[in-house]
């Protein structure tokens, strides 16, 4: 007869197997178990972070680094609800996590128990897949099911399209026993996944053939994808038009990443119509590309992508090709590559180098403000560094700036939450050892603090702040500003001090509130200094407005 608890030694053993390598631990007794079990298998290399929140986006920032599972453990109650937001971020980013969740027995569920609620199924509308364990084994066939659930779970999570899942694991007492050895029968299922050369119709193929202006529109992608290594190659085709934000991380001269400031400047005015708009990857950040596209009458529209359910966001799909990007851009390779002559994609480009020296002439004369920082710290990121941008008037910036191909971007862009974006750039930073730069806004900064909090904080990691006091980003939409509650409920203006903040967790403070303080001390901030450093930019939000207006009308 196996030993009651032998699934949980299981576990660790089938995680490690099957090519999991990061697992990241928050404390408590309930898991106590779990805890056992995963440092027996995986010893030093677990990884300590209290708070869920923040330890669910610190795995986040690890997966999106290595598309591979990253494994988080806590305890029953609240904990488990803490996971909420990375896992939530991690489905619509579709990027591979796995919440392990210690609970009560089942019997004690509602029964006012200490540290108890409804855990079975809790993140049900944001995850690919919920599994309990059993309570404890009490037969071979027990086992057998916890194996095989576990083999499901991980494939589940690490296959087209990629996301989180769930396995909830009931406990009993005792907790802090020592643990059988691994079953020697133990169960490693290999899952085969499909080759990925694929036959188009022949209808899709004639559509893309005859079309005369294709633009492709990529969303957000990992630096390395596949869709990013073959993209560039269809330029050889001159009918297309690649538009790709830096978050998409297609690298090459061609590639327009800059399509909201030409967009913003056209006016009604803009370079030449698509006949047939491709969509594929995550979210396009630029709402002036969206508010195009969904204007865009009489060109047809295909989304390609792996996920289940019509992704629309231009509201004029005519075809959901349901394959991954990669596989449908290598099928279309060489179809119908003809250089039309016609003035198309150069109208595009064109207009984007136009854009770009327009904004830069006008960022040159401008006061200090957000747009200056993003215009001086863009030249100043080092090549190969990473840089996390946070989510608020932060990302919106940084497309106003041709995407650098010597940088990797990353943004937790599926649901756009600022309240993880510092936790996942330390993640960001401890998985790749790469220079990595947070930009984050001071309520970002604030909200994630508990980031900080984490004896293994990466010492690569460089933390930009931009201090408006308060979310700059709703002086630069149209509206905010007028409501009557917009200082303190909108904007939320507050009094921290950042360098306290810095200090309370042992970080390098440096501050700059000019251009010139701002370059003289960048080479100490992103300097390797043994610890994290945080360079506070200090700016006036009516400033920064002005200036960002005044680019959006000269633009
Ligand atoms: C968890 C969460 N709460 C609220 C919001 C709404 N929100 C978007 S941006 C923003 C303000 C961000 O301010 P800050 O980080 O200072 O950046 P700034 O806009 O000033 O650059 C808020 C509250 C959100 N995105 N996520
Ligand atoms: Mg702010």
């Not at 089938?14 to 027996?40: D, M, N, T, Y």
């Not at 589940?156 to 990629?162: D, E, F, G, N, V």
């Not at 529209?301 to 290598?330: M, N, Q």
Request: hydrophobic content about 40%; charged content about 20%; proline content about 6%.
């Amino acid at each position: 007869m196996p030993h009651p608890k032998q699934h949980i030694v299981d576990l660790a053993l089938i995680f490690r197997e099957k090519g999991i390598q990061q697992i990241i631990i928050s404390p408590g007794s309930r898991s106590a178990p779990l805890i056992r079990s995963f440092i027996g298998c995986f010893g030093e290399s677990c990884i300590s972070i209290v708070d869920e929140r923040s330890a669910g986006y610190f795995a986040l920032g690890i997966a999106q680094y290595t598309q591979k599972p990253v494994a988080l453990v806590c305890t029953s109650g609240t904990a488990v609800l803490n996971y909420a937001p990375a896992l939530a971020e991690a489905y619509y980013q579709q990027v591979p996590l796995i919440a392990v969740t210690a609970d009560r027995p089942r019997e004690w569920i509602d029964q006012q128990d200490n540290q108890t609620l409804r855990q079975s199924g809790i993140y049900s509308s944001y995850i690919k897949g919920s599994y309990d364990l059993p309570q404890v084994i009490s037969s071979e066939d027990d086992l057998w099911f916890a194996h095989r659930i576990i083999n499901e779970a991980i494939d589940l999570s690490a296959s087209p399209a990629k996301g989180p899942v769930h396995i909830n694991v009931p406990l009993t007492e005792p907790l802090y026993e020592e643990l059988p050895v691994p079953s020697e029968n133990i169960r490693i299922i290999r899952r085969a996944e499909p080759g990925i050369s694929l036959e188009l119709p022949d209808e899709l193929i004639h559509e893309w053939e005859n079309a005369e202006r294709i633009m492709i529109v990529h969303g957000q992608d990992f630096p390395g994808s596949e869709a990013a290594l073959l993209l560039p190659s269809l330029l050889n085709d001159g009918r297309i038009v690649i538009l790709a934000e830096n978050i998409a991380n297609i690298p090459g001269k061609s590639i327009i990443s800059n399509s909201n400031l030409i967009l913003s400047r056209s006016r009604g005015n803009s370079p030449a119509n698509p006949d047939l708009v491709v969509h594929s990857g995550g979210q396009v950040v630029s709402k002036a590309l969206t508010g195009y596209l969904r204007r865009s009458a009489g060109a047809k529209c295909w989304r390609i992508g792996t996920e289940s359910g019509i992704i629309d966001t231009f509201k004029r799909v005519t075809r959901h090709i349901p394959h991954s990007a990669a596989a449908v851009y290598r099928a279309l390779s060489g179809k119908g590559n003809r250089d039309t002559g016609s003035s198309y994609r150069t109208s595009w480009q064109s207009a984007a180098s136009e854009a770009d020296s327009k904004s830069g002439e006008m960022i040159r004369k401008a006061s200090f403000s957000d747009l200056v920082i993003f215009g001086r710290v863009s030249q100043l990121i080092p090549p190969g560094s990473i840089v996390a941008l946070g989510n608020s008037s932060i990302i919106r910036y940084s497309q106003l700036f041709p995407a650098n191909e010597q940088v990797s971007y990353y943004s937790n862009r599926g649901i756009s939450g600022i309240d993880g974006c510092l936790s996942s750039a330390a993640g960001l930073a401890h998985i790749s050892g790469k220079l990595t730069l947070a930009l984050v806004g001071d309520l970002g900064l604030i909200y994630d603090s508990n980031a900080l909090w984490n004896r293994d904080l990466p010492a690569n990691l460089k933390i930009l702040v931009v201090n408006n006091r308060g979310g700059g980003i709703f002086h630069i939409l149209k509206g905010p500003s007028d409501h009557p509650g917009f200082k303190k409920f909108i904007e939320a203006h507050h009094p921290v001090n950042i360098h306290n903040l810095a200090e309370a967790f042992g970080l390098d403070y440096y501050y700059a509130g000019d251009e010139q303080t701002l370059e003289n001390q960048w080479g100490q901030f992103i300097q390797e200094r043994g610890r994290a450093s945080l360079l506070e930019v200090r700016t006036d939000p009516i400033v920064s407005a002005a200036a960002f207006r005044q680019l959006m009308s000269i633009a």
